[in-house]
């Protein structure tokens, strides 16, 4: 597996999302390629905001990609993009579902608001639908049963909890904050504070950081159909992650040799 030579997309899939690649080795080889394609459609909708200067720009970035998927679906020709293409094959074959798709970009809409995520409940569903949306979608392609589905839901939005907190210093420099903002009242602070001085909310994220780590701990400790292991992999990396954040200290980049060896012993050992 390790001597193969990776495709263009898996080789896109491990520079920008390294986590989720280490975690596609274990998915079953037959669905291997449509999820290193799931992962990097993942990071394009995770980069129109990323990229861009204004909220309208991200807008028109993932009505790009939800034409791309549309046309796909519709048997159109591919677009001329290094990820698109490779989706568009996916959607052909019968890989990924359009409809999945969609969802997973109307997911990242809330990111696009200037004024942010309201509420804790708002934060939630944010994270349920689309980093637990991208887990559901991963547990189908991995052949998961449905009864595993909403654990694996639940565990990815998780993980999606320990992938806003760690990135609140980068947001900060992006000119935005995804922390809700009535969590964030009631430490007495504002998005702008946290953006201009991230390190002002470092009370609050080891707060969140803890509540999060006692939630996957228990998510964890639910029985997984061995099916639906290689979508739930993320999860030991965030649960280490929620560790560190709330003890205070820095998540490690790149990965450390304890992390890559946390994961390949979940999998290996068929649990997490």
């Known amino acids: 597996m390790a001597d193969a030579p990776l495709s263009p997309i898996a080789a896109f899939t491990r520079a920008h999302d390294p986590d989720r690649f280490l975690a596609a080795l274990f998915m079953p080889q037959a669905a291997r390629e449509a999820f290193f394609t799931l992962i990097a459609f993942n990071h394009e909708l995770a980069r129109a905001r990323e990229a861009t200067t204004n909220p309208v720009a991200a807008l028109i970035r993932l009505q790009w990609w939800r034409d791309a998927v ?22 052909v074959s019968g890989a990924l579902a359009a409809d999945d798709l969609l969802g997973l970009v109307d997911a990242r809409e809330p990111e696009t608001e200037e004024e942010g995520i309201p509420t804790r409940e708002a934060f939630g569903a944010y994270l349920r639908a689309g980093a637990g949306g991208f887990a559901v979608v991963a547990g189908r392609l991995a052949g998961a049963p449905a009864e595993s589905l909403p654990l694996l839901q639940r565990l990815g939005a998780l993980q999606g909890l320990a992938g806003v907190l760690r990135s609140v210093p ?3 420099a992006q000119g935005r904050c995804l922390l809700p903002r009535d969590a964030l009242a009631e430490a007495g602070l504002a998005a ?28 964890m400790a639910e029985p997984l159909p061995r099916a639906a292991l290689p979508a739930a992999l993320p999860a030991v990396l965030a649960r280490r992650d929620l560790a560190r954040l709330a003890a205070g200290r820095p998540v490690p980049r790149p990965r450390g040799a304890g992390d890559r060896l946390a994961v390949t012993w979940a999998a290996f050992r068929g649990r997490l």
């Open 70 to 91: 549309a046309e796909a679906a519709a048997g159109q020709p591919p677009r001329r993009h290094e990820v698109a293409a490779p989706l568009h094959a996916a959607i």
């Open 192 to 219: 702008e504070a946290v953006i201009a001085d991230p390190a002002l909310a470092a009370p609050l994220l080891r707060a969140l950081a803890e509540e999060g780590g006692s939630l996957i701990a228990r998510a």
């Open 170 to 172: 980068a947001h900060a």
